[in-house]
């Protein structure tokens, strides 16, 4: 299996700019997460999803940030409109629910300018 | 909330001497502890996952301990060598089986030749 995937890996923009991170999950997975991981706050849950479906969307800072999973194998992570402070690695990870043990993909490093 | 807590936040050991790595939480109630290994630039890769029902998970060199009734856990490393550099984290899935996890800050490890 070619583990967790992320695209792009660098993502450079201006502020106001819309962002687009894409995941895609270890096939078989059906737990899906978007982390962050900054210097100051370190690594914070986003959002994750079970079966396609968000469960917990309480770590996604402001409604400039939304995510989707239309199906088992693709995820994305929108932020509308981008701003500096936006400026992080982003991860996806994905595990099988009842397994819980949680696989990352490289991360995405988005700077925001 | 729970709060994740490592010790020390850098370390630095020669060659192959053993270490521990601490890892301290508020909340008791978790499901399991899992730890990783995470190079510069790079994503997080798991090293051991504990049930909380588990005392401790071995892995080659590594050996993880959990004490859930005092929210610690630590991971030992025997016979260091330079490729284990790295920043570890540990992170806790809450009791309710809802597979979210809260990082600890981590520990950057470097082991000199």
């Known amino acids: 299996d070619a583990g967790v995937i992320q695209s792009p890996r660098h993502e450079v923009t201006e502020m106001g700019q819309e962002v687009t991170l894409r995941c895609k999950p270890i096939?078989?997975?059906?737990?899906l997460f978007w982390y962050r991981q900054t210097m100051m706050r370190g690594l914070e849950l986003l959002i994750y999803?079970?079966?396609?479906?968000?469960?917990?969307d309480s770590g996604m800072p402001e409604d400039r940030f939304s995510a989707k999973m239309p199906n088992a194998s693709f995820s994305t992570l929108k932020i509308q409109p981008s701003e500096p402070r936006d400026s992080a690695v982003y991860f996806c990870?994905?595990?099988?629910?009842?397994?819980?043990?949680?696989?990352f993909g490289p991360g995405t490093r988005l700077t925001v300018l | 909330k729970q709060e994740v807590t490592q010790i020390p936040a850098a370390l630095s050991v020669p060659e192959g001497e053993n270490l521990v790595l601490n890892c301290s939480f508020t909340?008791?109630?978790?499901?399991?502890l899992q730890w990783f290994r995470q190079d510069p630039g790079k994503g997080l890769t798991s090293l051991l996952l504990?049930?909380?029902?588990?005392r401790e998970q071995t892995s080659g060199r590594l050996n993880a301990s959990l004490d859930k009734s005092s929210g610690r856990s630590t991971l030992y490393i025997a016979a260091s060598q330079p490729g284990d550099s790295a920043t570890y984290l540990c992170?806790?899935?809450?009791?309710?089986?809802?597979?979210?996890?809260?990082f600890g800050t981590g520990t950057r490890l470097t082991v000199i030749p």
């Open positions: 096939s078989g997975h059906n737990s």
């Open positions: 909340d008791s109630a978790i499901y399991n």
């Open positions: 990870a994905s595990s099988f629910h009842s397994d819980n043990e949680q696989f």
């Open positions: 992170a806790v899935s809450p009791q309710t089986g809802a597979n979210n996890l809260f």
């Open positions: 504990i049930q909380s029902s588990q």
């Open positions: 999803f079970n079966n396609n479906v968000p469960i917990d």
